[in-house]
């Protein structure tokens, strides 16, 4: 059950944060796609940031253990990014 609740607790306490900072307001997504406001991509980064530190942190603590994954299908990964991006911007949210 736990391998459940925690990531949907880590999920909700980021959304939380994306909403609470006003990343989710249609000038800010949309000031992104133009180039012309780096707000969301900066907070993005940093979350990206300091869950790769802490991760590997508790891997060397040994609170947790990662194990290995198999490739990722790039292909799949540019089309689908590609798609939601541009459905993103289409929406305008």
Request: aromatic letters at 12%; glycine letters at 14%.
């Amino acid at each position: 059950m736990m391998i459940y609740v925690v990531p949907i607790v880590i999920g909700f306490l980021f959304a939380f944060a994306l909403q609470k900072a006003g990343l989710g307001h249609y000038h800010k997504i949309v000031n992104q796609f133009r180039f012309k406001d780096n707000t969301v991509m900066k907070f993005m980064m940093t979350g990206i940031s300091v869950g790769l530190v802490c991760l590997y942190g508790l891997k060397d603590l040994g609170v947790i253990r990662l194990d290995q994954v198999s490739s990722t299908y790039i292909v799949g990964n540019l089309i689908g990014g590609l798609l939601f991006g541009v459905g993103m911007a289409l929406a305008g949210t």
